[in-house]
């Protein structure tokens, strides 16, 4: 019987599945194995255990498996697919190694490193059309048309983009709280009324922190992907900025889908130029990621957003689960 490993690396959390032909058998699940955010050896040591257990709760051996498919943020870029790759290889050799080649130069037949999005667009719609927006620590749009041809949108990194996601939520929560820090200064009870607020609270706990001053020079020095664990205090919050926040997040993804859709689907205009109804395709769209996953304000809004820009949309209620196009991935030849 042959046995394959669907893993899905993200910057929180990693995701193994194994299965047979037909069927998932295990899974596991360990922390984050993105390199460009945690670097080779936390990304080696989260793979390594994702798929050990994966393997430990399928009842099968590392050597049993015939073939491996991982979704990677940043695997576009062939060095740190390479080094995705070779985390892996160092399990799950290639069944064919040439005698004269040096292990770190290998490159397993068995082992498909592939970008994030393209997981998450096969365990969407398989080989047909549509576009998938994953919201999860970073964020990113990306889509086929019927013809294969694909288009992005976002997902360029923490410092200019990816907008919509756990990290840009927590970095807007963190500065709305420094900016209400600026409208208080020198106003005693407004400082004290901001320090006892639901979202302040709650974000000072999560960096353990125990002023608002302390939380303001914290942020300044934490590396950008702190900014994601904020996500939780923002989601569970009753304040009308949290609320707010999270509603801007739902519109900056929409925005993000129809760039991609307005690439890969433009309407065919009629005489006078426009779109008529009848000529609007019925364009699918999917929703993954944690953001997607637990906040239903993102949901609602993202849905009704992405309906205004584009009455030809049908948005898939159900959230995606990229580690099932990876496993879908590896079954193929």
Known sequence: MAYFLGIDGGGTKTLCAVGDESQT?????????????????????????????????????LAQVSRTCIGAAGAVRPEIA????????????????????????????????????????????ESGPGVIVIAGTGSIAYGRDAHGNTARAG??????????????IGRAAAAALVRDMDRTEGDAKGRAALRA??????L???????????????????????????????????DDSATQI??????????????????????????????????????????AGGVFRHAALVREIFYNQVRWL??????????????EGALRLARKV
Not at 155 to 168: K, L, N, Q, R
């Open 310 to 323: 584009d009455p030809g949309v049908q948005v898939e209620q159900e959230i995606v689960e990229p580690v």
């Open 197 to 202: 607020a639901p979202l302040a609270t709650a």
């Open 246 to 287: 999270l509603g801007s997040a739902g519109a900056e993804l929409a925005h993000l889908a129809s760039i991609v859709i307005c690439r890969l689907f433009p309407p065919n205009p009629s005489s006078d130029g426009n779109p008529t109804p009848s000529e609007i395709k019925s364009i699918p769209v999917a929703m």
């Open 155 to 168: 997902g360029w990194g923490f410092t200019i983009s990816d907008e919509g996601s756990a990290h840009w």
């Open 204 to 238: 000072l706990e999560t960096w353990n922190v125990t002023s608002l001053e302390d939380f303001a020079r914290t942020a300044g020095s934490r590396e950008p992907h702190h900014f994601a664990a904020l996500f939780p205090a923002v989601l569970a919050s009753p």
């Open 25 to 61: 058998l295990a899974t596991a699940t360990a922390g984050p194995s993105n390199v460009l955010r945690v670097g080779e050896a936390q990304a080696r040591e989260s793979l390594h255990q994702a798929v050990r257990q994966a393997c430990a709760a399928a009842g099968i051996t």
């Open 82 to 125: 390479e080094i995705v790759r070779r985390a892996l290889a160092e399990l799950l050799p290639s069944p064919v190694q040439a005698s004269n080649t040096q292990t770190s130069s290998v490159q397993p037949s068995n082992i498909n490193v592939v970008g994030d999005m393209q997981i998450a667009l096969e365990a969407a719609f």
